[in-house]
């Protein structure tokens, strides 16, 4: 008797421990392809980063290429009210002017410089697009704290992200930068 009921069960074991061995395949499959989809993303971001590393802008100085004489005039003010200062990453280069306004108040302006891979109005919330600036530009339509904000593509060479107090301050500012950096009054 013990045998013809080990016998029964003998498949249905087999059967047990063949589905589950095949479960185990599989969730063992699909950690695979979790691992490998994770290590794709890995892979993915690290060549964004080497792209976006590629045009090294630690030697770009904006505020020697667009100095604050240049710049007063766009934010109403005299070359000895604006100041600069300049910071160089190696995916960004920027100059913040400051306008001296009388009685300790001041005023910002920003100018940035981006590798072009940077690029991503869709990540930028709400915009309107602007015509006659380089290959795309886009303003904001959200302010950054007090700034207007306009980005501008010149495909194959950079990003400029302007900032000032109007928009029309911000698009004197990318209209310079353009002419400066480019050659072109766009």
Same mark, same amino acid.
């Given at each position: 008797?013990?045998?013809?009921?080990h016998t029964l069960h003998h498949?249905?074991?087999?059967?047990?421990?063949?589905?589950?061995?095949?479960?185990?395949d599989g969730c063992s499959q699909q950690s695979n392809n979790t691992a490998s989809t994770e290590s794709q993303s890995k892979e993915n971001h690290r060549a964004q980063t080497q792209t976006v590393a590629k045009?090294?802008?630690? +030697? &770009?100085d904006v505020c020697v290429r667009l100095p604050a004489t240049d710049v007063a005039g766009v934010l109403g003010s005299t070359p000895g009210q604006t100041s600069t200062k300049a910071t160089m990453l190696s995916y960004a280069s920027d100059c913040t002017y400051t306008i001296e306004l009388g009685d300790g108040m001041k005023n910002y302006a920003m100018i940035w410089?981006?590798?072009?891979?940077?690029?991503?109005?869709?990540?930028?919330?709400?915009?309107?697009?602007i015509e006659?600036?380089?290959?795309?530009?886009?303003?904001?339509k959200e302010s950054i704290g +007090? &700034?207007?904000?306009?980005n501008v593509l010149?495909?194959?060479?950079f990003m400029l992200d302007t900032r000032a107090n109007t928009q029309e301050e911000a698009r004197g500012l990318a209209?310079?930068?353009?002419?400066?950096?480019?050659?072109?009054?766009?």
């Open positions: 008797m013990y045998r013809s009921i498949p249905a074991i087999c059967l047990v421990v063949a589905l589950l061995t095949a479960g185990l045009r090294d802008l630690s +030697s &770009f410089i981006y590798s072009p891979e940077m690029w991503a109005p869709s990540m930028a919330g709400e915009i309107e697009k006659g600036l380089g290959n795309e530009a886009y303003l904001e +007090s &700034f207007e904000k306009i010149v495909k194959g060479d209209e310079l930068a353009l002419k400066r950096l480019t050659g072109k009054a766009r």
